[in-house]
Every structure is written in structure tokens, then in C-alpha cells.
Nanobody, 124 residues
């Protein structure tokens, strides 16, 4: 099992940047694919980005491609989401999630471990 704790959210002006962090517990962090999801008020939770257990593969939602970068540090059990060029529509609660590295990396339904979320607010 893995426990996840997000941090780094906050208020930023449109066009600004934030870096979200997710700290994972457990000795098997490097066996999990990691993902970031977000949920805005009144909307369903949506996929943002994912990184494979070994960091070799990444995947992004079209809405964030070229602006967001996901990365991980398996030595420190951390995953990051660098968000640049933030837009008002990026405002949401952002969740870190984990799924087994044996799962299909490009499927989003296997994420079984979730953090508590961190709020990102983008002002105009």
C-alpha cells in the first residue's frame, strides 16, 4: 500500500506558475505509476498527467500539454507537477494518485490510492 500527501497548492495569477508535490509512503513507491487528477466545483474529476513507475513514460491531458510537467524522484518517494502558464480554468483541487506498475499505464481506472488534495486557485 501507499499513502499520498499533496502540497504546493495556492493562489496564483493567470500566467503564473506553481509546483505541486506529492509525498508517498512505503518502500515500494518505485513500483507504482503515479498520476495527477483535478476536480473543479460542479465538475467531474479529470485526468491531468501520469508518469510510469520508472519515470520513462509520461502522459498528459490535451488541456495541459506544453504547460505542465510531471516528474518523480524514486529515491525520495516524491512526484511533482510543475504548472506553468496557469489559466483560470486550471483552478481545481489537485489530487495525487497511484496505481500498480503492472497496470496499463494509459488507463486511468486503476488508480486506487489517492491523496487528500491540494487547492489551486487562479486569479484573473
Amino acid at each position: 500500500q501507499v499513502q499520498l500527501v499533496e502540497s504546493g497548492g495556492g493562489l496564483v495569477q493567470a500566467g503564473g506558475s506553481l509546483r505541486l508535490s506529492c509525498a508517498a509512503s512505503g518502500r515500494t513507491f518505485n513500483t507504482y505509476h503515479m498520476g495527477w487528477f483535478r476536480q473543479a466545483p460542479g465538475k467531474e474529476r479529470e485526468f491531468v498527467a501520469a508518469i510510469s513507475y520508472d519515470g520513462r513514460s509520461t502522459n498528459y491531458a490535451d488541456s495541459v500539454k506544453g504547460r505542465f510537467t510531471i516528474s518523480r524522484d524514486n529515491a525520495d518517494n516524491m512526484v511533482y507537477l510543475q504548472m506553468n502558464g496557469l489559466k483560470p480554468e486550471d483552478a481545481a483541487v489537485y489530487y495525487c494518485a497511484a496505481q500498480s506498475g503492472r497496470s496499463d499505464f494509459y488507463r486511468y481506472t486503476g488508480y486506487g490510492y489517492w491523496g487528500q488534495g491540494t487547492q489551486v486557485t487562479v486569479s484573473t
